[in-house]
């Protein structure tokens, strides 16, 4: 039997994210070590510390990777689902929910990893589509949302962009996990899948682009 291939400079760094892939789809956050990902490739793990500065820089790597798998499911929904901007939001939700149980321990990879601020991906967001994909994707959530806007008769505020992409994404987020790996797990996949629809449908019909920290917007006045 030959002995592998010695590494060329350039190629050790996607060789062990490679393999911190493969363990992070098998085994989760907990699985992506340096030690188990160079072994795998056949090198010592002093050997990838050129290459990843420490153990959460791995996983930033991987999550990175699961990260852009989510946005382009997400693309997809909404390029590909024909009917109003509301069967769009509805699709993207559940391409959200779908993504994170088909591909659950990469999906918990990409939370469990620090490397990418969220509220600040979403600010920056409102400046322009920018060159980091993960505010690029943001951008074009805005645009779908400001579609919504105007098909309720609002106007898109910038200023509230923000917010409701928090409120929804808390929404479809939170009753994701609670399906995965919560108090919801036992249910059914067509027990989830109901109850689903109702909660972003809900996170849907939120959306408020004039007052959305009112409480009461809908509620009776005396």
């Known amino acids: ?13 996607e060789a062990i994210l490679r393999e911190a892939i493969t363990l992070a789809r098998e085994g989760g956050p907990q699985a992506v070590t340096i030690r188990a990902a160079t072994r795998a490739v056949g090198v010592s793990p002093t050997a990838a510390y050129r290459h990843f500065k420490d153990q959460s820089s791995l996983l930033d790597s991987v999550a990175d990777i699961a990260t852009a798998e989510l946005i382009e499911n997400l693309s997809a929904a909404f390029q590909d689902t024909e009917g109003s901007i509301v069967d769009k939001l509805m699709a ?5 929910f779908d993504y994170a149980h088909d591909e659950q321990n990469f ?26 994909p993960r505010v690029r994707a943001a951008f074009n959530f805005y645009d779908y949302m400001g579609q919504y806007a105007r098909a309720i ?14 409120a929804g994404w808390s929404t479809v987020h939170g009753f994701t996990v609670l399906c995965t790996s919560g108090h919801l797990a036992s249910l059914s996949d067509k027990h989830k899948r ?19 920290s009112d409480p009461y917007l809908n509620y009776p006045k005396n």
């Not at 039997?1 to 760094?13: C, D, E, I």
């Not at 600040?120 to 409102?126: E, F, H, K, R, S």
């Not at 909660?199 to 849907?204: E, Q």
């Open 1 to 13: 039997m030959s002995n592998p291939k010695p590494y060329h400079h350039g190629n050790l760094h």
């Open 92 to 96: 993207a939700a559940f391409a959200y």
């Open 107 to 132: 999906f918990e990879c990409m939370m469990a990893s620090r490397g990418f601020g969220i509220p600040a991906g979403l600010a920056a967001a409102t400046d322009g589509p920018g060159e980091d």
């Open 153 to 166: 008769g609002q106007e898109p505020d910038w200023e509230f962009m923000v917010q409701n992409c928090l």
């Open 194 to 212: 109901d109850i689903a629809t109702s909660v972003f449908a809900a996170a849907i019909r939120g959306l408020e682009f004039e007052n959305p």
